[in-house]
């Protein structure tokens, strides 16, 4: 874990909120598919639990095409096929503590 987190404004939110909620063990920008190069938002490496921010849906941005949705679905199953358990928000839904809340509740649920 940086000392000080990174990425967008969603991004360093969800990272201080795991701080202040004593979750110290994450890593943001995880590269979990080398050669691929895939990331994940935020990740707790040692239970195989992500979290993705899907802030671009709504403004055009690269989550938004047909070739990065097909992207984003083969990252989806490599995860899935990799164990790994994702959850998905809206920068909206990191603000208002919902990825956080479903962060300690799938750790709570793989510990």
């Given at each position: 874990?940086?000392?000080?987190?990174?990425?967008?404004?969603a991004?360093?939110?969800?990272?201080?909120?795991?701080?202040?909620?004593?979750?110290?063990?994450?890593?943001?920008?995880?590269?979990?598919?080398?050669?691929?190069?895939?990331?994940?938002?935020?990740?707790?490496?040692?239970?195989?639990?992500?979290i993705?921010?899907?802030?671009?849906l709504?403004?055009?941005?690269?989550?938004?095409?047909?070739?990065?949705?097909?992207?984003?679905?083969?990252?989806?199953?490599?995860?899935?096929?990799?164990?790994?358990?994702?959850?998905?928000?809206?920068?909206?839904?990191?603000?208002?503590?919902?990825?956080?809340?479903?962060?300690?509740?799938?750790?709570?649920?793989?510990?």
């Amino acid at each position: 874990m940086r000392l000080k987190p990174i990425g967008n404004e969603a991004e360093q939110v969800l990272a201080f909120q795991c701080l202040e909620d004593g979750i110290k063990d994450f890593e943001q920008e995880y590269v979990f598919a080398p050669p691929r190069k895939f990331r994940l938002d935020l990740a707790v490496v040692s239970q195989k639990v992500g979290i993705e921010i899907c802030g671009g849906l709504w403004h055009g941005h690269a989550h938004s095409t047909p070739l990065m949705i097909l992207r984003d679905y083969e990252k989806g199953n490599l995860l899935t096929l990799e164990g790994w358990r994702v959850l998905r928000y809206t920068p909206e839904q990191v603000r208002k503590g919902e990825a956080i809340e479903g962060l300690k509740a799938l750790l709570v649920l793989y510990s």
